[in-house]
């Protein structure tokens, strides 16, 4: 076994990739104390199938990863690749047809090792097999390692056994023997469990039968049931479309309704602004509207609570109307006694009304003298009242004056400052056409078209890999109609072997040797007879020993048998006496046999130069045997035209095969680009209807800025014309100094008046007190009598 390089990654001190050459002679490595020479060693018997941590100086396997250093972080896997030259093909099957040879281990820290030849992965045991029939491995003795000259020569005989056996070859019979031996008893208790699985069989048998008609009626049941179902999901999937559509349809109208809704919002917005200065007029009424409003969702609210409350009432007065019905009895009792003090008061306030009447009025002086008094009073209350007004409309139309002169300075500021801000806000919005948008439309494009393109793919693809599926299905009838016929050749063939072959004797028969054309076995079973189980071994009891042909003279119309019979020299003589003929001539043509001849016909009928007439009723084993024969040259031609039929078949079957797995392949990958594209497409789709909303809000927003912009200028202009036309006004004409005069004086008579008025009002009263205590017990009895008839 010749190596040729050695690759090591990641293993022990070897974190970079290293390759060692092995060229031919002696190859060294040559270094001081911990380069890592013994690493080298170790890496060989590592890929040779060293599966003791030990030999490796490490406490586990992952140990020969490498662990990391102060400026190299750990890693996470090692892997060894040795390549060995197979030139003279003396590896073992399966290997030795590849001229090079790549064993390679890998290990990843946690999951154990992986063992690959030429790139296809195999078990550890193969690895040590393969060096094992080179007579090398991880623990040959070959591979000398620090202090193994000394163990060498303290061996023990079994040790010195062992490398003998390397030395000879033969290391790797053992392990293949111990291999062996493992199989044939892994192999003996299977047969046996094979005997018990039998029973088992036997007894499932019968219950697999009882459950196959279960099963039977429950795929009938089955089917009815996934029909039924097919049919209610489709009537679900019916009803969840049109569903969809009629959601896709409401989304279009709330779309429209929502665009619509923005440009109602706009023209709103300027409405809103231009109503904005009639609202301040209005703002008090608003305010009151709004305690209005506010009192009367509280009113509302108290007679909600009072409608449940009347209506609790309403129930509590319902229950209490039986007791009102007893109680009516009682109080109609009661009517009956106030009556009768009804009719005593109502004497008794006949009498105190004729003394109120006869007693002496003074009344109507009295008023006269107030009402004097009061008008006297009422006219220096209106003169103060009139002064207090003409004082009052001097304040207020110079308070007028400034407050116009300052709502119209509130005004410019304001509307001003609106439209500076207005303005601020049309130069943010900037241009409305924005390359964004554009670039998302094509956006969009690209990736529907790509989209269209990937969906074209899948169905390409898919519509190769239903034609080559169904020309692997066609391979594979092929295949195995050109199996099943020649396995049913093989099988009659076999049979028919058996049959000939059967009953061995100690010298085979002449019949072994003859071969009769087709159509002709009889004719010849006919013609020889019983005389083709004679051998043609002189050492026989009967035998056939051969003699000098002498062929007759045939009439026409009989041909020599032994022109369709391929037979020994040996049955030469008997088959020139033989000829053969129409059945239908042969009666008439056996007249005229020469001496010793005899005539057959294809169908078996023999006839005789000494009259003896054999029909080919008669049974004859030999035809049999020889139909037999024939029948097996004959299917071991088929066979052997069947089998290259059968290999070009499987070979056509295992590339159509390949080729619909890779068109699945094609399929898959095919199939995952549209869920991309479609996800893309969606993305795009978003973008632009977000940029479109965005650019129609920016629009309709612009639009409204626009028109605020002109009416604030126009408001702008009109609040300054204001302004210029409150500060044009002079101050009132009338001086406050008079008025007050006027006022304080007239108010010191109005105060006398208000004297006047109080005496003349004291006098009428005490008379009002006299006549009051009158009119008190007239009450009184008038209450009484009301009491009285409120009780009745």
């Not at 056996?590 to 009259?611: F, S």
């Amino acid at each position: 076994m010749q190596f040729q390089r050695l690759r090591l990654v990641g293993f022990k001190s070897f974190v970079d990739p290293a390759e060692v050459h092995i060229e031919s002679g002696l190859t060294g490595i040559v270094g001081p104390n911990g380069c890592g020479k013994s690493n080298v060693l170790e890496s060989l018997r590592w890929v040779m199938g060293a599966n003791s941590a030990k030999a490796m100086r490490g406490q586990g396997m992952d140990d020969v990863i490498f662990a990391g250093a102060a400026g190299r972080p750990p890693r996470s896997h090692a892997e060894v690749q040795l390549t060995i030259d197979n030139a003279q093909r003396r590896a073992p099957q399966p290997f030795t047809d590849s001229p090079v040879l790549e064993v390679s281990r890998r290990i990843d820290r946690g999951q154990g090792s992986t063992y690959r030849i030429n790139g296809k992965e195999v078990r550890a045991r193969d690895v040590q097999l393969l060096f094992a029939d080179a007579s090398t491995g991880a623990n040959s003795p070959a591979l000398v390692r620090q202090g193994q000259i000394s163990e060498l020569i303290a061996a023990k005989p079994q040790n010195r056994r062992r490398i003998l056996e390397e030395a000879g070859g033969v290391a790797g019979l053992h392990t293949r023997r111990h291999e062996a031996e493992l199989r044939l008893k892994a192999a003996e208790a299977n047969l046996e469990r094979l005997d018990d699985i039998g029973r088992e069989l036997e007894t499932a048998l019968n219950r697999l039968k009882r459950e196959a008609r279960q099963a039977e009626k429950y795929k009938k049941i089955s089917a009815e049931i996934r029909a039924l179902q097919a049919a209610l999901l489709y009537a679900r999937w019916n009803d969840a479309q049109i569903a969809a559509e009629a959601a896709a349809q409401e989304l279009r109208a709330a779309d429209r309704a929502v665009a619509e809704t923005t440009t109602a919002a706009a023209a709103a917005q300027t409405a809103a602004l231009a109503a904005q200065e009639a609202l301040k007029p209005a703002r008090e009424e608003d305010a009151v509207a709004s305690a209005l409003l506010h009192r009367a969702s509280l009113e509302r609210d108290r007679l909600d609570m009072a409608e449940q409350t009347a209506r609790a009432e309403v129930d509590r007065l319902k229950a209490e109307a039986a007791r009102i019905a007893a109680d009516k009895e009682r109080e109609t009792n009661m009517a009956a006694d106030a009556r009768r003090e009804l009719d005593r008061l109502d004497h008794e306030l006949a009498r105190l009304q004729a003394e109120i009447a006869a007693a002496p009025a003074r009344g109507p002086e009295l008023d006269k003298a107030l009402a004097a008094a009061e008008e006297a009073r009422k006219t220096a209350d209106a003169e103060v009242e009139r002064l207090a007004a003409a004082l009052a409309a001097v304040e207020a139309r110079a308070s007028a004056e400034a407050a116009r002169r300052r709502d119209a300075e509130a005004r410019l500021s304001r509307v001003a400052a609106q439209l500076e801000q207005a303005r601020r806000e049309r130069e943010t919005l900037g241009p409305l056409e924005t390359p964004e948008l554009e670039a998302a439309r094509q956006a969009l494009e690209t990736a529907q078209a790509e989209l269209t393109a990937a969906r074209e793919a899948v169905e390409a693809a898919e519509a190769n890999r239903s034609d080559l599926a169904r020309a692997e299905q066609e391979a594979r009838t092929a295949a195995r109609a050109a199996e099943d016929r020649l396995g049913r050749l093989q099988t009659e063939a076999r049979g028919l072997a058996q049959l000939l072959v059967g009953g061995k004797r100690d010298h085979p028969p002449a019949l072994d040797k003859v071969r009769a054309n087709r159509g002709y076995e009889a004719a010849l079973a006919a013609a020889l007879g019983e005389d083709l189980d004679a051998a043609l071994d002189a050492r026989a009891a009967a035998y056939w020993g051969g003699a000098e042909p002498r062929p007759p003279v045939w009439p026409t119309g009989v041909e020599p048998l032994s022109d369709h019979v391929q037979a020994p020299d040996q049955l030469a003589a008997r088959l020139a006496q033989c000829g053969v003929a129409s059945r239908a001539q042969a009666a008439e043509l056996a007249r005229t046999l020469p001496v010793g001849a005899r005539l057959t016909t294809p169908e078996g009928d023999l006839y005789r130069w000494d009259g003896f007439v054999s029909r080919a009723e008669a049974p004859r084993p030999a035809a049999v045997r020889l139909a037999q024969r024939t029948r097996l040259a004959e299917l071991e031609t088929e066979i052997d035209k069947g089998k290259p039929a059968l290999e070009q078949a499987q070979a056509q079957q295992k590339a159509a095969a390949e080729a619909f797995r890779a068109a699945e392949e094609a399929v898959k990958t095919a199939r995952l680009k549209p869920f991309a594209l479609d996800k893309a497409v969606t993305a795009a789709r978003d973008r632009v209807e977000s940029l479109t909303r965005d650019q129609t809000r920016r629009e309709a927003r612009a639009q409204a800025l626009d028109e605020a912009l002109a009416r604030l200028a126009a408001e702008v202009a009109e609040a300054e014309a204001a302004l210029a036309a409150a500060q044009t006004v002079e101050a009132p004409s009338e001086t406050l100094a008079g008025l007050l005069d006027d006022l304080t004086a007239a108010r010191a008579a109005a105060e006398a008046a208000r004297v006047a008025a109080q005496t003349a009002r004291s006098d009428r009263d005490a008379e009002a007190r006299d006549r009051q205590g009158r009119e008190q017990r007239l009450g009184g009895l008038t209450r009484a009598r009301d009491g009285w008839i409120a009780r009745s």
